[in-house]
């Protein structure tokens, strides 16, 4: 059984599209995260829910919108796609808010061309 | 603000050889600490953690971790290396107050080891 699932796995699109990225996890936590990592590895935090509500948003642009239908589920969507828009993006969760031990979903790879 | 700081961006060991990976924290109470370990292509694994109590915590995979309260450090370390253990490892706090939502990550450290 995987924890924390993604999908797609891979993404290639245009500069100017707009997609989505899903995420669920079924360890019954009830917060849930997205990260993006860049070419240099560096991670960082974009958003954070818990119980379906925003805790976290970590001046993101307004492009990117995270939604919540349920506490296992926390989707990505991107609006007008850019180049620097490129990374690898992570979903995770953990139990709750009290900054406990995370577990990641295996990335989804978005190259903008 | 909670912080973290990995000095060593790429670190080069010989296989057998015994490895330390530095990590030092700022947060204003106890901290959640947190190593993670990222293979290429792959999601963050949990390594080992510390939430109270002993000092010394023993993780998986034959790594382990010293919290030092007076150093502000919490240095991951393995007596001898294989060459499995080549990744990205990620060195993280956590707040553990309430409503915090946050870890913060250190830019990780690269790990090449040598046959």
């Known amino acids: 059984d995987t924890a924390v699932s993604q999908t797609p796995k891979y993404l290639v699109t245009q500069m100017g599209n707009d997609k989505s990225i899903k995420c669920e996890q079924n360890?019954?936590?009830?917060?849930m995260y997205w990260y993006k990592q860049d070419s240099k590895k560096f991670l960082k935090i974009m958003f954070s829910?818990?119980?379906?509500?925003?805790?976290i948003n970590e001046t993101v642009p307004n492009r990117f919108s995270p939604k919540s239908p349920d506490k296992a589920h926390l989707n990505l969507h991107i609006n007008s796609l850019e180049l620097g828009d490129s990374a690898v993006y992570f979903c995770?969760?953990?139990?709750?808010?009290?900054?406990?031990?995370?577990?990641f979903g295996p990335g989804t790879r978005l190259l903008v061309l | 603000a909670q912080s973290v700081t990995q000095p060593d961006i790429h670190i080069t060991v010989s296989e057998g050889a015994s490895l330390e990976l530095r990590c030092n924290y700022s947060?204003?109470?106890?901290?959640?600490l947190f190593w993670y370990v990222q293979s290429p292509g792959q999601g963050l694994q949990l390594l080992l953690k510390?939430?109270?109590?002993?000092?010394l915590v023993q993780g998986i995979k034959g790594f382990e971790a010293e919290f030092k309260r007076s150093q502000s450090s919490f240095n991951l370390r393995k007596p001898s290396v294989h060459w499995s253990d080549a990744a990205e490892y990620f060195c993280?706090?956590?707040?553990?107050?309430?409503?915090?939502?946050?870890?913060?990550f250190g830019d990780g450290t690269t790990l090449t080891v040598k046959p």
């Open positions: 995770a969760s953990s139990q709750d808010l009290r900054g406990e031990t995370q577990y």
């Open positions: 360890l019954g936590h009830d917060t």
């Open positions: 829910y818990n119980n379906k509500e925003l805790i």
């Open positions: 947060y204003g109470a106890t901290p959640y």
């Open positions: 510390y939430f109270s109590g002993d000092t």
């Open positions: 993280a706090v956590g707040a553990q107050d309430t409503n915090a939502g946050k870890s913060t």
